[in-house]
């Protein structure tokens, strides 16, 4: 016995079941080898190992003479020489692949947007504060105007309700039973466009089930049952998940006898039982249909009578194989023979009746059709990327209501470029026989075609795809090294639990967008009137101070976003990042909002002959009403009064308008450089306040419904 740290290339290794496989390693000799490699190849059943020879671009799955590290034996001994250590290893590699970091869709939007607010800022700035500087104005108040000015543009509260519509959404997933590993990812979340998805554990129930037991014609036999149920039940040699399954049936057994038994092996891929009932013996034999063919001579006619098997009866039973393979169930074959002895040989498997197939499948879970057809309603992709054989895919895609699945193998995956991949891709609705290494490659090339792209696996297979996806998905029964690459753990396995997480998800997308929409719109326009009038004006039209406590005030009820409730419009599609409609929201509604600013500008100057700190209420008070009121109309892309705004974000909005209009009046007015306005004006004010909001709330349904997100 050595450390498994000890253990270099060229080592030989003796294994025995429990062991687990220390490194990748070359078969020298085995005996009922068998080892569980679901971590790596997401296969449920163990693998059967031995020497030989496998092709070199072979499939993980494929290569019955190595063993894999990480994997561990079930049954049986073996001796075998290590080639690969450490890192060099499928699992090492696998494990590395952990250290890359990947910008996500979210990341790479909200640094576009913060290029695009910056250079609109650093312009603005620096033109307003060159022009004041040209027509002889203080230097220090222009400096001041245009630092506050550059202020007044700057999100400042972003990363503060960024953080909290995170924590609120990780709260609201944690109810839906996910937990969040990393808080940035729930906007990933809430953008994503593909899941992809392993098979087993996931869709299906990950056991192995005794489906059914046919005769030769293919018609259900109590017989065929009863003698399966013998033969797994009898047999004392290696525990395994198909003996399992048949033996959890509830099977009538009574009068029956083991005489007799010959272990399952490699060479003959059968296993034999010899039985006793009412003083006939009677050997049971399952195994591989073709091992299990190959000792038969006899089959029952329809009729019940013995025949002998023909060329063309053995044509038919292999077709009717091929036929139930495509099903997508795991046959075997299963004979029997009278013996006239109580003790048998090898030798004795001879001469035997077919007698029909078993069929075994890994079950889809009950809530998989339902929760599929849920994220298509939410337009969710649903891709299915395993590693089981096309057949056994393809079924299980037709199960979940796709009629014709188009499939791509891994073998042909292998031959295709990185374009023709991207155009094929997103046609695909099933990938099957796939490596570990070629399950990035398909991630990849969804991210490739503009696609927010979530991926949900447990195994150390699966590892690498997680960490690539934007939105990376473990569970809480899945290997370390999976839920350490995750940016999610479903406390479920079960793709119900991600449908809801993806709908908080997307309720903090839209709760966050709604504060990019508010800045870019409603706050540039404002701060692009102010520049404006200091130019036209013989004095500054704000304060720095004045402006600074408008930024203040209007940003208060942005804290509460979060906690706002989402229209179910938005929550049917996908969020996603576009700098285009971001750009135009901001023209649209930045000249809107300056129009009515300088609506206000010519009542205030022209019409009433205000100047100093009586105009500079007028304009402080329009600018921070008609903030506080964009936010209750661009919460919703409906007629704001058909949306109800969250309690918390109502409460907040009306405080702060209270506070607005109490300034002027308050003992810190004069410290504020502010003074109270006559009644007329006033009513002046609230005219252009109600005019600002039916135009907006009009204007908000009209660009919505004319520049798709």
């Given amino acids: 016995m050595v450390n498994t740290n000890e253990i270099v290339p060229g080592d030989i290794l003796h294994l025995r079941a429990g062991d687990i496989i220390p490194a990748d390693c070359r078969i020298v000799e085995s005996n009922e080898l068998h080892v569980n490699e679901s971590s790596l190849t997401g296969e449920s059943y163990p693998a059967e190992k031995m020497p030989g020879i496998a092709d070199e671009d072979a499939p993980l799955a494929k290569t019955l003479n190595c063993l894999w590290q990480g994997t561990n034996v079930v049954s049986g001994t073996g001796t075998a020489v290590a080639v690969y250590t450490g890192n060099d290893t499928v ?62 543009m700057a999100p400042e509260l972003l990363p503060a309700i960024m953080t909290v519509a995170m924590s609120s959404g990780a709260a609201r997933m944690m109810k839906k039973k996910v937990i969040v590993k990393k808080l940035s990812s729930i906007f990933n979340f809430g953008e994503v466009r593909i899941l992809c998805s392993d098979k087993t554990g996931t869709i299906t129930e990950g056991t192995v089930v005794a489906k059914d037991f046919v005769n030769v014609y293919g018609q259900p036999d109590d017989q065929v049952r009863l003698f399966a149920f013998l033969n797994a039940s009898m047999q004392k040699g290696f525990t395994n998940p198909v003996d399992q399954a048949i033996c959890a ?42 091992n299990i063919l190959q000792v038969c001579e006899f089959v029952h006619s329809q009729t019940g009578d013995l025949k002998q098997l023909d060329e063309k009866m053995r044509s038919d039973i292999n077709d009717r194989f091929e036929s139930l393979s495509k099903e997508g169930y795991r046959v075997l074959g299963i004979a029997s023979k009278q013996f006239g002895g109580d003790k048998m040989s090898r030798e004795d498997e001879t001469e035997m009746t077919f007698m029909g197939y078993l069929l075994l499948e890994d079950p889809l879970k009950e809530s998989s059709i339902s929760s599929i057809k849920r994220l298509g309603e939410m337009q969710v992709q649903f891709k299915i990327i395993t590693g089981d054989n096309r057949y056994a895919a393809a079924h299980i895609a037709q199960k979940l209501g796709i009629s014709q699945p188009q499939i791509l193998t891994g073998d042909q995956l292998n031959q295709m470029s990185p374009e023709a991949l991207l155009n094929r891709a997103l046609k695909t609705d099933v990938f099957s026989e796939i490596e570990p290494h070629q399950k990035v490659r398909i991630v990849k090339a969804f991210q490739a075609a503009k696609q927010v792209v979530a991926y949900i696996g447990d195994g150390i297979n699966d590892v690498a795809a997680i960490n690539a996806a934007d939105a990376g998905i473990s569970t809480s029964n899945a290997v370390d090294a999976a839920k350490q690459a995750a940016d999610f753990v479903l406390l479920e396995k079960d793709l119900s639990v991600l449908a809801d997480g993806i709908q908080e998800g997307r309720k903090s997308f839209v709760n966050s967008m709604k504060y990019i929409f508010i800045t870019t719109g409603a706050t540039f326009g404002n701060m692009f009137s102010v520049a404006a009038a200091s130019l036209l004006l013989p004095f500054l039209p704000m304060l720095p101070k004045q402006i600074l406590l408008t930024n203040f005030i209007t940003d208060l009820p942005a804290l509460a976003i979060a906690s706002d409730n989402v229209d179910q419009q938005q929550l049917a599609s996908p969020g996603r990042w576009n700098m285009r409609l971001i750009r135009n929201f901001m023209i649209v509604f930045g000249l809107h909002s300056s129009l009515f600013d300088f609506l206000t500008f010519y009542a205030l100057y022209f019409h009433f002959r205000l100047t100093g700190a009586a105009f500079r209420t007028g304009w402080f008070l329009e600018s921070v009403i008609t903030e506080l009121l964009i936010l209750l109309v661009i919460r919703t892309k409906v007629s704001f009064f058909k949306s109800k705004p969250g309690n918390l974000l109502l409460v907040i909005t009306v405080i702060a308008l209270i506070l607005a209009v109490y300034l002027p009046w308050s003992p810190a007015a004069f410290a504020l450089g502010l003074t109270g306005i006559e009644g007329q004006q006033v009513l002046v004010l609230l005219g252009i306040l109600a005019a600002y909001m039916i135009t907006a709330d009009w204007l908000k349904v009209w660009f919505f419904r004319f520049n798709k997100a």
């Fill in 91 to 152: 699992f090492g590699k696998i494990a590395a692949s952990l250290s890359d970091t990947h910008e996500t869709a979210f990341e790479r939007g909200i640094k576009q947007f913060g290029y695009f607010l910056l250079q609109i800022t650093a312009a603005l700035t620096l033109i307003i504060f060159a022009i004041n500087i040209y027509f002889h104005k203080p230097l220090l108040d222009s400096l001041l105007f245009s630092l506050a000015l550059a202020v007044g």
């Fill in 249 to 290: 049936l509830n099977v009538d057994d009574r009068g029956y006898t083991k005489l007799g038994e010959i272990p399952y092996d490699f060479i003959r891929k059968r296993l034999s039982v010899l039985v006793d009932f009412e003083g006939k013996a009677t050997i049971i034999s399952k195994g591989a249909l073709a």
